[in-house]
């Protein structure tokens, strides 16, 4: 009977154990959507700053020198 008790609190342990990893692993998974998300929505408000291909005026020549020439 004494075995069976132990092995029964072992395996209530390692169930609480597994139980509060669970709940960290679920907060960790939600804390990186959310940045995710937030680092998605960076990303399109940049793309929406570029100007559209082909829109600007020519570029001269000029422009592309470095500043020491």
């Given at each position: 009977m004494d075995e069976t008790?132990?092995?029964l609190e072992a395996l209530e342990v390692k169930?609480?154990?597994a139980e509060d990893l669970l709940d960290q692993?679920?907060?960790t998974v939600?804390?990186?959507q959310q940045r995710i998300?937030?680092?998605?929505?960076?990303l399109?408000?940049?793309?929406?700053?570029?100007?559209?291909?082909?829109s600007g005026a020519?570029?001269?020549l000029?422009?592309?020198?470095?500043p020491h020439y």
């Open positions: 008790r132990e092995r169930a609480a154990y692993l679920n907060l939600y804390r990186q998300d937030l680092l998605l929505r960076e399109h408000a940049l793309r929406e700053q570029l100007p559209a291909p082909g020519p570029r001269s000029r422009d592309e020198l470095p």
